[in-house]
Each structure stands twice: as C-alpha cells, then as structure tokens.
C-alpha cells in the first residue's frame, strides 16, 4: 500500500524533473540501500520466553516451559519480527517437525487442548558484528552510554532541570559503573 503510493507520487513528480531518469535512479539505490539495512544480519538477538496465562487459563500443563534462546545474525526485520512477537501468544505442539509447521492442514488439525502456549516477553539486541561491537566498547570506554544517562535518564521521560543538574553535579553518579577492557582472543594467548 505505501510502496504503491510512494510509486503514484514518484510518477506524478517525475514529468517535472528535467534529468528523471537520474534522478528515478536515486531513489531506487536508496530504497535498495534501505532494504540491504534492514535485511543485513548484524545483531545477536536473547530472547526470553515464558508460558501464556491467557491461552492456558493458568493451566501449567498447557503452557510451554520458561526459556532464554539465542538468534544469531538478526537482522532489523528480525527484531521488527521480535518486537511484534513480545506479548503476542504462539503456540507449540510436540507432533510438529520444521515441515509440518508450514502446513495449514496439520496445524488446524492439532485440537486446541493440546496446544502448549507461550508468549516472548522480553529480548536484548547486541552487536554481532566486529563494526558493531568495537563502536559499542568505544562508546562504554568513552563514557558516552553514562553521559547520555546522566543527560536523559533511563526512563522515557526526560529528566527535569533539577535531576539534570543534580545527575552532574553528584560525583557518585554510577559510581557502581565499570569500564570493561576489550581483548581480542589471539591477543591474550600471547601474554
């Protein structure tokens, strides 16, 4: 629907343009560099799963088992996929196999009784990457992270002109904080 509407106006732009063609030709590599950003896999998603009270009706028989698992190489349309998951139920039987979960006729099948629910309620994002990572150990040994809390907060208000104040003026802000030191693994076997 968007890229339909992106296209009308793209097209009714166009006769206005004196060098459209180039100009078309921009806007397409920006859509593929957008569609290669959210498609690269970047991050290492720990996701954190626990039974659902709503579809079990409290029933721990027919809820799935508290788990924390791993999704390596993510990318941003997997944690959009993630996000979208968190609070949503989803369901588990034991009789599926990685090709019967596709199958419409299968899964209508499984009665509901015997459906094992479970919702995602929570996941961290970390680097995967060498790019990634060695910005994010640049930014906790510059203080960047700590500055931003101090400036902001932690939670989605923003902090007033007081708290501001007071967050640098207080000395033991995090004092509890620590810089991590950052070694490659082939570096510490030479010590």
Request: proline share 5%; net charge negative.
């Amino acid at each position: 629907m968007i890229e339909s509407t992106l296209n009308e106006s793209i097209d009714d732009l166009e006769p206005q343009r004196p060098f459209q063609s180039e100009w078309k030709k921009k806007v397409e590599e920006q859509g593929q560099r957008c569609d290669e950003s959210l498609d690269s896999p970047r991050y290492l998603l720990t996701v954190y799963q626990t039974g659902d009270e709503r579809m079990t009706g409290g029933d721990w028989e027919r809820k799935e088992p508290p788990r924390r698992y791993y999704v390596p190489n993510a990318s941003l349309n997997d944690i959009k996929n993630y996000i979208e998951m968190i609070d949503n139920p989803h369901w588990h039987h034991h009789s599926l196999s990685q090709e019967t979960k596709e199958d419409d006729e299968v899964l209508d099948a499984i009665p509901f009784e015997e459906k094992k629910w479970s919702i995602v309620y929570d996941f961290v994002i970390e680097p995967m990457t060498k790019e990634l990572e060695d910005a994010y150990v640049d930014g906790v040994k510059s203080g960047f992270f700590k500055k931003y809390r101090q400036m902001y907060g932690t939670s989605k208000d923003m902090l007033g002109h007081e708290e501001f104040k007071k967050n640098f003026e207080n000395e033991d802000f995090e004092k509890d904080s620590f810089i991590i030191e950052y070694v490659e693994g082939s570096k510490v076997s030479e010590k």
